[in-house]
């Protein structure tokens, strides 16, 4: 059994009936939306938070990394087909420095993980180190509803690290907050809401330096 597979398997275990149809849909459209966004000149992408790399298996970069508190996967695209590469991550979102170079993204995605971070300003600064000058930002996070949502849909499971609602998200996170957090080193392009209002896109370029 694969990574893919025993992360879907543990799912099934610690979701509600209903919600073993709603998560995968949830899960499918936001990464879904986020790939739409990713610019076509991005040669390199990371995919901060992405768990079991569903973002960068499809997307059309020629290098596309997924870093989560577990494992950094590395997909390198040639001529001759797909390259892929597995290191451990253990405990990364609890340091101050990401394991990447200055400048060495084109774009990177955050799709449902800043209201899991404690320190956001940090993290945002980290994206700001990486990203190359005029680099694109995607991120998405739920609105507060869903708090009121989620206790319907799991139970605990690897979207919220085996604990309830309350105790994992570290933040609600609204248009105001967030330009708060980026002023001075990214420039909103496009906020938008999606899925009946319950979850938010943000598009952010790297402003030049």
């Known amino acids: 059994m694969n ?21 995968p849909w949830a899960i499918r459209y936001r990464n879904q939306l986020a790939l739409k966004h990713i610019p076509q000149e991005s040669n ?3 995919d901060f938070g992405g768990g079991y790399g ?4 499809h997307a059309h970069c020629l290098k ?12 390198n ?5 797909n390259v892929v ?3 451990s991550a253990e405990g990364f979102l609890f340091v101050d420095k990401l ?13 449902a993980i800043l209201e899991h971070i404690k320190d956001i300003k940090k993290i945002l600064q980290e994206f700001n180190r990486i990203l190359r000058n005029g680099g694109t930002l995607i991120i998405t996070t739920p609105t507060g509803i869903v708090n009121r949502i989620l206790p319907f849909l799991d139970k605990g499971s690897s979207q919220l690290r085996g604990k309830k609602v309350t105790e994992e998200h570290e ?6 907050q967030m330009q708060q957090y980026v002023q001075n080193i990214f420039r909103l392009k496009l906020y938008k809401r999606f899925q009946f209002g319950i979850n938010q896109l943000f598009i952010y370029e790297k402003k030049e330096r």
């Open 171 to 176: 933040h609600c996170l609204g248009i105001e």
């Open 85 to 87: 590469s597995e290191e």
């Open 64 to 75: 596309a990394v997924s870093i989560d508190e577990k494992a950094i996967l590395t997909i």
């Open 99 to 111: 394991p990447f170079d200055d400048e060495c993204f084109d774009c990177i995605t955050a799709v």
């Open 44 to 46: 390199d992408l990371l």
């Open 3 to 23: 990574r893919y597979e025993e992360y879907n398997k543990l799912d099934a275990e610690n979701l509600t009936l209903l919600g073993r149809f709603i998560y």
């Open 54 to 57: 569903y973002l960068i298996r």
């Open 77 to 81: 695209r040639d001529h001759q087909g």
